[in-house]
Antibody
Framework: QVQLQESGPGLVKPSQTLSLTCTVS??????????WSWIRQPAGKGLEWIGRIYTSGSTNYNPSLKSRVTISVDTSKNQFSLKLSSVTAADTAVYYC?????????????WGKGTTVTVSS | DIQMTQSPSSLSASVGDRVTITCRAS??????LNWYQQKPGKAPKLLIY???SLQSGVPSRFSGSGSGTDFTLTISSLQPEDFATYYCQQSYSTLLTFGQGTRLEIK
């Protein structure tokens, strides 16, 4: 079955750009009707949706982060990526990637294990 | 933004208890409501989608109901592995939002 795995630096300096990649295995990122999403969770807090990209390449972003976020897809590598610019300590969190079913109702049925990103000098 | 409010924020219960968690949306979201379970150090797991559809592989003691603005997640008979945090999430809007979570603890 489809599995997702996040990867990227665990430590990012303030004002720099956080870059993460989600690798999809067990299926093609281009097939089916799916969104590919990023969600984050600060330690001890709730879930915050960051944004998503559809298989066609169209994107939706959380307005609270929109000016700093870019999500892209690389179908040749079966990956999608997150870039978050001008990071601060408030961006320290566990970052998850997820597949969102998009045929009729919408729900995130496959999640990566998450990767911890700390913003610190 | 559509605000999702869960109640209670935390709950203590015993094995075998019937438990209900409520989620209220700030506007009507039809049945575009999902429930997730999260255990410490783990990713969220989908339990219920479209308000009342049980995800494949999820035990039948979990059920969901509601439409419009008011939704419930019910666990009919708590098992030890059910102690976790539960989140509702709306997918009606292109800005997806989660409830703040309900922490279910052992009494």
């Amino acid at each position: 079955q489809v599995q997702l795995q996040e990867s990227g630096p665990g430590l990012v300096k303030p004002s720099q750009t956080l870059s993460l990649t989600c690798t999809v295995s067990g299926g093609s990122i281009s097939s089916g009707s799916y969104y590919w999403s990023w969600i984050r969770q600060p330690a001890g807090k709730g879930l915050e949706w960051i944004g998503r990209i559809y298989t066609s390449g169209s994107t939706n972003y959380n307005p609270s982060l929109k000016s700093r976020v870019t999500i892209s897809v690389d179908t040749s590598k079966n990956q999608f990526s997150l870039k978050l610019s001008s990071v601060t300590a408030a961006d320290t969190a566990v970052y998850y990637c997820a597949r969102e079913e998009a045929a009729g109702y919408y729900y995130m049925d496959v999640w990566g294990k998450g990767t911890t990103v700390t913003v610190s000098s | 933004d559509i605000q999702m409010t869960q109640s209670p924020s935390s709950l203590s219960a015993s094995v075998g208890d019937r438990v209900t968690i409520t989620c209220r949306a700030s506007q009507s979201i039809s049945s575009y409501l999902n429930w997730y379970q999260q255990k410490p150090g783990k990713a969220p797991k989908l339990l219920i989608y479209a308000a009342s559809s049980l995800q494949s592989g999820v035990p039948s003691r979990f059920s969901g109901s509601g439409s419009g603005t008011d939704f419930t997640l019910t666990i009919s008979s708590l098992q030890p592995e059910d102690f976790a945090t539960y989140y509702c999430q709306q997918s009606y809007s292109t800005l997806l939002t989660f409830g703040q979570g309900t922490r279910l603890e052992i009494k």
